[in-house]
């Protein structure tokens, strides 16, 4: 038997090719990068200090005495709201200040210090602050400069006096 | 000067590596194609901290408990939206959830133990401390103490 005459099977691609571009251009449209999300880790624990998860044990720093109480190694610092809900001033201790980069450079003199004992913060918010600006706040504490990361949040009680 | 052709030409171009790349995209995009998951509310408009370290793997796989919050201060579960009442009365549920699945574990808690649950807080920039305060107070009464604050590296 021999072959009278070669057929030549051609495979149609062009349907293919026209429901993948079509598929790509779905993808295309609907494609949406994800927004890096970041986050603060850290243990918020009722009316007491807070302690970051990643944090060293308390032991491992030797500079500070062992008895010294929580209360004396927390630095205060208070936020008190303007009326759109941002930021209005900042106290740290007895010390008030406008911004956050006086703030940031407030804590950079504190944590600097080796002579003072803070270790830890507790963030006083006033409750008419916006989420947006109190993670601004944490933003200073958290960041390379300051790295003090055990926090925890408490409500500010009082109005300041006016 | 005039020629005749003599033999048909059939130009036909090679689809073959075309269609390869367009195979290869369409793949990439499948892959990177998120379904919108109702843990993570695109409704919900992080604030913005530069220094929110990205999330690493040995947390995503730890148990975690979810809390979207609107603009309005009212949790958002499951996509739907729960007033401050309802949002406690779910934390209280999903913490005896979690105790009970400890339990069926054989890791039981001792009475005032934390739970183990990292509560990924997602509030919308615009809510008053106030009322998210609210939901981490209810946390905080029914046993969960590990936060993880949510935030955006930067503007999207």
Redesign the interface.
């Known amino acids: 038997m021999r072959r009278s005459k070669q057929h030549e099977v051609e495979i149609q691609?062009?349907p293919?090719?026209d429901m993948?571009?079509q598929?790509?251009t779905f993808?295309?449209l609907?494609?949406?990068?994800?927004?890096?999300?970041?986050?603060?880790?850290?243990?918020?624990?009722?009316a007491a200090p807070a302690v970051s998860?990643d944090a060293e044990a308390p032991a491992a720093d030797q500079s500070q005495p062992a008895e010294l109480p929580a209360a004396l190694r927390t630095l205060t610092t208070s936020i008190f709201a303007a009326p759109d809900?941002q930021i209005g001033h900042i106290t740290v201790g007895e010390n008030e200040y406008a911004t956050l980069e006086q703030l940031k450079a407030r804590l950079v003199e504190i944590v600097s210090d080796k002579t003072l004992p803070f270790d830890q913060a507790i963030i006083q918010?006033?409750?008419?602050?916006?989420?947006?600006a109190?993670?601004?706040v944490?933003?200073v504490f958290?960041?390379?400069d300051v790295n003090l990361t055990k926090l925890s949040?408490a409500?500010l009680e009082s109005e300041p006096a006016l | 000067m005039a020629g005749s052709v003599t033999n048909e030409i059939r130009a036909e171009p090679n689809l073959t590596p075309l269609l390869d790349v367009v195979f290869q995209l369409i793949t990439f995009f499948m892959l990177v194609f998120k379904i919108s998951g109702a843990d993570f509310d695109q409704r919900v408009r992080l604030p913005v901290a530069g220094s929110a370290m990205p999330v690493e793997g040995s947390v995503v796989d730890q148990d975690r408990l979810i809390l979207n919050i609107d603009a309005d201060g009212r949790l958002l579960w499951s996509g739907q939206v729960l007033d401050v009442e309802s949002a406690i009365k779910k934390i209280r549920d999903q913490a005896e959830l979690a105790r009970l699945n400890l339990k069926v574990g054989g890791k039981e808690l001792a009475a005032g133990d934390p739970l183990p649950t990292i509560i990924i807080l997602r509030a919308d920039r615009s809510v008053p401390f106030s009322q998210i305060y609210r939901y981490i107070q209810a946390c905080q009464a029914n046993g969960f103490t590990r936060f993880a604050l949510k935030a955006m590296n930067a503007e999207g």
């Open positions: 691609i062009t293919m090719l993948a571009f598929l790509l993808f295309i609907t494609y949406q990068p994800a927004p890096v999300e970041g986050q603060f880790s850290m243990n918020l624990l009722p998860l809900g918010a006033d409750p008419r602050l916006s989420w947006d109190l993670m601004k944490v933003d958290a960041g390379k949040f409500p």
